[in-house]
């Protein structure tokens, strides 16, 4: 009687114990693992990469066209290219997507960097390029004017010149030989 | 209305238009950038960074794992930024090569590529050290297997010559087009379409691995 009292009892401490060992293994197990990545979610953060790098670009063109130095931002970039390029590495030849997905993460924030650093770029050389054309704009009429008065004055002061040398002159009589 | 002017207004005025004509050449002259010829040059060197040593003892018989360096060169005066691939793919004799006429690529897919932002008047010059990994015999052919190029194993290329003869790796030039934000085998120049490519001959002829 007492057997069969206690039996059940141990059944219970048995099934406890074995659920705490399987919960506690699983979530050991999961530890290791936490942060992987899936092929899919490596290929979403690439494709987010591309993409990025395709802004970045755009905005470092306009920047070119807008006459500013861009040569560290196109440095910059291919740095991260370089990086996008680790990431297909690591996802197509050595399919380690956690690697892959870490590296196109970290191509996408370096290409959304150049592209606020871009946009001010070209903000300032469009400025400068503004300011530019006003002061050659304004030079070129500053030196038409000028020297057109100048121009006026110069023949004043020359028609006085010749008008004073002609009144200065002193009748002097001429022999005939 | 007649203007009766006095000699000296004359010339003052006379003056101020050939002035005004010269001063507004020489703003605009200054200000409208001068129209340059737009064109990329792209070409292989050697090991030595010159036009020849292409080959290891300068044997096109290429045996495996024995490494082949060139350095790629590629000269951006297209008066901007541009944003480049270089796709390198490797055919054999009879597989059609691009097109230079209808630049139309190579129908092959590239094995590896080399992406860069090249400013204007920037030169890259990058080191291209390629051997082959892995050959495979079949009938009287030679399949290239497996590639490492820049110490980076390129699986899955399965490229075929019959004894191995007349492989040719090609490098074509592909630029971004901001308009259809794809990239394009050459280049736009006003009206019309430029394309760039190269390539280098080889065999392989080394015993196979199978």
């Known amino acids: 009687m007492l057997c069969s009292i206690v039996s059940p009892m141990r059944r219970l401490q048995a099934l406890t ?28 953060a690439i494709q987010e990469a591309e993409t990025a790098s395709k802004n970045a670009f755009k905005a470092i063109l306009e920047a070119d066209k807008a006459g500013a130095n861009i040569a560290d931002q196109a440095s910059d970039f291919n740095t991260g290219l370089n990086l996008l390029s680790q990431a297909k590495n690591q996802n197509n030849t050595y399919q ?17 960097r150049i592209t606020l650093k871009a946009n001010q770029l070209k903000d300032q050389a469009t400025q400068n390029a503004s300011q530019q054309r006003t002061t050659t704009y ?3 009429f500053l030196v038409i004017v000028i020297s057109t008065i100048a121009f006026y004055f110069t023949l004043k002061l020359w028609r006085k010149y010749s008008l004073r040398r002609t009144l200065g002159m002193e009748i002097k009589k001429g022999g005939v030989k | 209305m007649k203007l009766n002017l006095s000699k000296d207004a004359q010339y003052t005025v006379t003056f101020l238009i050939t002035v005004s004509l010269i001063v507004s050449t020489v703003t605009w002259v200054t200000l409208t950038p001068r129209p340059q010829e737009q064109f990329f040059a792209l070409g292989i060197l050697g090991s030595n960074k010159m036009a020849e040593h292409y080959y290891p003892n300068d044997n096109p018989n290429i045996t495996l794992n024995t490494p082949v360096q060139w350095y790629l060169y590629l000269y951006n005066h297209m008066g901007e930024a541009q944003y480049i691939i270089i796709k390198v793919k490797l055919l054999n004799s009879t597989t059609p090569p691009p097109n230079s006429t ?4 190579s129908s092959q897919p590239a094995f590896t590529e080399i992406r860069r932002a090249l ?21 009287g ?21 019959t004894s191995g003869i007349n ?30 490519w ?13």
Request: glycine share 4%; hydrophobic share 35%; with cysteine.
């Open chain 1, 17 to 44: 114990a074995t659920l705490i060992f399987i919960l506690l293994t699983g979530s050991l197990l999961n530890s290791k693992f936490i942060g992987a990545k899936t092929s899919i979610e490596a290929a979403d």
């Open chain 1, 96 to 112: 380690d997507y956690t690697a892959a997905y870490n590296y196109a993460k970290n191509a996408t924030e370096h290409f959304n």
């Open chain 1, 138 to 140: 304004l030079l070129a």
């Open chain 2, 102 to 105: 209808s630049c139309t690529p």
């Open chain 2, 119 to 139: 400013t204007d008047n920037e030169t890259l010059e990058t080191q291209f050290t390629w051997s082959i990994k892995e050959t495979k015999k079949e009938g």
């Open chain 2, 141 to 161: 052919s030679t399949i290239i297997k497996e590639l490492t190029v820049n110490n980076n194993p390129v699986a899955g290329i399965n490229a075929y010559a």
């Open chain 2, 167 to 196: 492989y040719r790796i090609i490098f074509e030039l592909w630029t971004y087009n901001e308009n259809t934000q794809q990239f394009e085998f050459g280049w736009q120049t006003g009206n019309e379409r430029r394309c760039a």
């Open chain 2, 198 to 210: 190269t390539q280098i001959w080889f065999n392989a002829t080394a015993p196979s691995q199978s």
